[in-house]
């Protein structure tokens, strides 16, 4: 049915026609797998894995930013590794190799390694003979205490890698619905949740708003405009936004997030912007216009409170080369929406968090 309207034009107003109810979404009470996850330093969430026969647990970061899980091997000797559990592939009775190697560079790190294949569960999920990354040499990272990273971005279309261990679990059919939500409280360590197969409706109130991704493929959406006080100070032509769990700052083109600091009076300090502590109780809201709603940002969320008393905004440049306006929605935007990422659909919903 869906081939057939989207054959003939007509998808889109039967959408909106009929639009999608929450009860197409399994709620509490069906196979939900919810995650706790704890936060790191007001910013990143991680939570607990284990990969191996018998299980090995590791810390790892969810994110939407990218499509691979990896952690350290027994092997690597970089310092980062020396000092965080690493997976003795030796011990597992599941475990098995392959002649493959890879590199990723992420935007605080690189790694390098090699891929491997054992059972992992996320939970009550188990994703068997799932294939994985060993690092064996890691640079970057730098006071951040995960273990891994597990990617819940859509496979990446751009070269044949390893399937990701979401894609996996929705092929096993472990998954009643193929979704997955966030809820990131910021002020408490613990929490922060992630849930697999439904949605727990207790994390938010009202309705989710739905927004369909640009392109099936990445968790990007159009956003209409950024806002301060009425007045448009960025995103003025409509802009893309790529919602990254992965990421804990709000990025954008760093002309335009040098204007932001500007305006909230943030002045720079090392490779940071700080704002007078006193001044953050009077600092306006800032408001993402995505599909005509508006999503309010107050500053509480996006200045925070560093270790030594100081308070820094949490907006950042990137050097993104890209012919579209892009911005980076992570956690301090995330912190106060709860978010689900809908792969059955391709689309995001956000609804105000509890």
């Known amino acids: 049915m869906r081939n057939t309207v989207s054959g003939?034009?007509?998808?889109?107003?039967?959408?909106?026609?009929?639009?999608?109810?929450?009860?197409?979404?399994?709620?509490?009470?069906?196979?939900?797998?919810?995650?706790?996850?704890?936060?790191?330093?007001?910013?990143?969430?991680?939570?607990?894995?284990?990969?191996?026969?018998?299980?090995?647990?590791?810390?790892?970061?969810?994110?939407?930013?990218?499509?691979?899980?990896?952690?350290?091997?027994?092997?690597?000797?970089?310092?980062?590794?020396?000092?965080?559990?690493?997976f003795r592939h030796l011990l597992s009775s599941t475990f098995r190799s392959t002649n493959v190697t890879f590199r990723i560079t992420y935007e605080s790190g690189r790694i390098k390694g090699i891929v491997v294949?054992?059972?992992?569960?996320?939970?009550?999920?188990?994703?068997?003979?799932?294939?994985?990354?060993?690092?064996?040499?890691?640079?970057?990272?730098?006071?951040?205490?995960?273990?891994?990273?597990?990617?819940?971005?859509?496979?990446?279309?751009?070269?044949?890698?390893?399937?990701?261990?979401?894609?996996?679990?929705?092929?096993?059919?472990?998954?009643?619905e193929p979704v997955?939500?966030?809820?990131?409280?910021?002020?408490?360590?613990?929490?922060?949740?992630?849930m697999f197969g439904g949605v727990d409706q207790r994390y938010y109130e009202g309705e989710l708003n739905w927004i369909p991704l640009i392109k099936p493929g990445r968790w990007t959406i159009h956003m209409d405009r950024i806002s301060m006080r009425r007045e448009v100070i960025a995103c003025s032509d409509g802009c893309e936004a790529i919602v990254d769990t992965g990421t804990?700052?709000?990025?954008?083109?760093?002309?335009?997030?040098?204007?932001?600091?500007?305006?909230?009076?943030?002045?720079?300090?090392?490779?940071?912007?700080?704002?007078?502590?006193?001044?953050?109780?009077?600092?306006?809201?800032?408001?993402?216009t995505?599909?005509?709603?508006?999503?309010?940002v107050p500053a509480q969320a996006y200045i925070l409170k560093g270790s030594r008393g100081r308070c820094y905004s949490t907006f950042q440049g990137h050097t993104m080369s890209s012919s579209t306006e892009t911005w980076i929605l992570g956690d301090v935007f995330l912190s106060q929406y709860f978010s689900v990422f809908d792969r059955g659909n391709d689309r995001i919903g956000l609804a105000q968090a509890v």
């Open 8 to 86: 003939k034009n007509m998808l889109n107003n039967f959408l909106k026609e009929h639009a999608y109810r929450l009860s197409q979404i399994s709620f509490r009470g069906s196979n939900l797998t919810t995650l706790p996850l704890r936060n790191i330093s007001g910013m990143l969430h991680m939570g607990t894995i284990t990969i191996g026969t018998p299980p090995q647990e590791f810390q790892v970061l969810f994110d939407t930013g990218s499509s691979f899980l990896w952690v350290p091997s027994i092997s690597c000797k970089s310092s980062m590794c020396s000092t965080r559990a690493r």
């Open 117 to 176: 294949r054992d059972t992992v569960r996320i939970g009550d999920l188990v994703s068997t003979d799932q294939l994985f990354g060993l690092s064996t040499e890691e640079n970057g990272f730098e006071g951040l205490p995960f273990e891994g990273i597990l990617g819940l971005n859509y496979p990446n279309i751009s070269s044949a890698g390893p399937i990701p261990i979401f894609d996996n679990l929705m092929k096993q059919g472990a998954l009643s």
């Open 180 to 194: 997955f939500a966030f809820y990131l409280n910021k002020s408490k360590q613990e929490g922060s949740v992630v």
């Open 248 to 288: 804990a700052a709000i990025r954008g083109p760093s002309t335009l997030v040098n204007n932001i600091q500007k305006l909230i009076g943030a002045k720079p300090r090392g490779s940071k912007h700080c704002v007078p502590c006193s001044a953050v109780n009077t600092l306006p809201s800032i408001i993402f």
């Open 290 to 296: 995505i599909n005509s709603i508006s999503y309010t």
